[in-house]
């Protein structure tokens, strides 16, 4: 995917200001540094002592501080990006609304339907751009396979199916010892509810089962850590879809997404660098990418790339993106799946999806 960035039409660069700068922080912040032309990173903001002014040092950052505030209140910032911790998305998403900022935010936008429609109420109030961050829409095999089955390849959806294999951290933990529950869906699977929702354009959810246990760390169940989860969605428009993860993928990190319709099929995805197979008298050999930053580098850029068009254009300094970003009602679709995967897990039955729910 391409961007017409403000350099080619303006001196002026798109600023941003990222809020958290932890694991996936860091790594935007590498992005709109070192690959997006015409984009400045403005100021790095994170409470943890010394994380602002260490990556702001490494990448030529002007301004740094360990209070989001200070970044609010700069009239120089036109948007922010916001990689703090889940809970605090949604306070930030409303204070940066507040302070007249685009907000870009990384998934899930808010924990609960209320924090969430609060801070969507603030975007729409202030009229900012919003965009979270479901970065498999920005994947050039998604995106075609999204474009193939809106332009009816398939025919109509019948199956769909999302599945995500992370490799984990920590022998086979994602970020061990510091557990939140329900992780798996909120954090996790959140991600290809939305590619589902995105494949299934304008069908609505109107049935969610889940399962869900931790056969990676038994020993960490009791504390709320469910590492393998399989998710049922039935759509309005009869199709049926299966979302599915685990923590542990000894093999690399796996995220693929398919549409099995009345005229075919289409898949995205594919663990296996591309860059060398090896053949032998056992067989092929080839290398898996180990990371999301490696499977979805190009893509984590390009919807960073998309937020500062998306700033540009509203400044009148180029047109809009050609294709819609992933917004505040793909925020909300997303996380009432999620949260009745909680539900269904808990009473161990279906989760009828109210019209409310999943009001389009
Ligand atoms: N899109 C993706 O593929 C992807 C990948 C990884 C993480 N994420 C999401 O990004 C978010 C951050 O995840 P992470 O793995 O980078 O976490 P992390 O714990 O590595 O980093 C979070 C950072 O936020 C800082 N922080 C804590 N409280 C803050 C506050 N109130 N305001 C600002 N900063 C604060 C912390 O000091 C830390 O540096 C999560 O919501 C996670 O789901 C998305």
Redesign the pocket.
């Known amino acids: 995917m391409s961007y017409s960035t403000p350099t080619e039409r303006s001196a002026a660069p798109v600023r941003l200001a990222l809020?958290?700068?932890?694991?996936?922080?860091a790594f935007h912040a590498r992005s709109i540094a070192g690959y997006l032309p015409g984009v400045e990173l403005a100021a790095i903001?994170?409470?943890?002592p010394g994380?602002a002014a260490g990556l702001a040092g490494e990448l030529g950052v002007p301004k740094y501080t360990l209070d989001?505030a200070d970044v609010l209140d700069d009239p120089d910032i036109d948007g922010v990006v916001i990689?703090?911790?889940?809970a605090?998305?949604a306070d930030?998403i409303t204070r940066a609304a507040a302070a007249g900022k685009h907000v870009f935010c990384?998934?899930?936008a808010g924990l609960t339907p209320d924090e969430l429609e609060a801070a969507l109420a603030a975007v729409a109030q202030a009229g900012v751009e919003f965009q979270i961050?479901f970065?498999r829409r920005f994947s050039t095999d998604f995106a075609e396979a999204k474009a193939r089955t809106a332009r009816g390849e398939v025919g109509t959806p019948q199956l769909l199916r999302s599945l995500t294999r992370d490799p984990g951290t920590d022998a086979g933990l994602p970020?061990a010892g510091r557990i939140k529950p329900y992780t798996i869906f909120l954090?996790t699977l959140i991600?290809d509810f939305d590619t589902l929702n995105w494949f299934n354009e304008g069908a609505r959810v109107v049935e969610v089962r889940a399962i869900a246990d931790a056969l990676v760390a038994p020993e960490y169940k009791d504390a709320g850590l469910l590492d393998t989860a399989v998710v049922t969605l039935r759509y309005d428009n009869g199709a049926i879809a299966v979302a599915e993860a685990n923590f542990n993928a000894l093999y690399g990190y796996d995220v693929r997404g398919e549409v099995f319709g009345s005229a075919g099929m289409v898949t995205a995805g594919n663990p296996v660098q591309k860059s060398v197979s090896g053949y032998g008298a056992d067989g092929m050999t080839a290398g898996t990418e180990r990371l999301?930053i490696e499977l979805?580098r190009d893509a984590y850029r390009d919807e960073l790339g998309h937020f500062a068009q998306l700033i540009a254009a509203r400044q009148g300094r180029g047109s809009a993106p050609g294709v819609a970003g992933p917004g505040a009602q793909a925020a909300r679709d997303a996380l009432a799946v999620a949260l009745a995967c909680i539900e269904s897990v808990q009473t161990g039955a279906p989760v009828v999806m109210s019209r409310a729910e999943t009001a389009r």
Do not use: M, R
């Not at 809020?19 to 922080?25: A, D, E, N, S, T």
């Not at 990689?83 to 889940?86: E, L, M, N, T």
């Open positions: 809020i958290g700068c932890g694991w996936i922080g903001a994170d409470p943890a994380a989001a990689a703090s911790p889940a605090f998305h930030l990384e998934k899930p961050g970065n970020h954090e991600h999301n979805f």
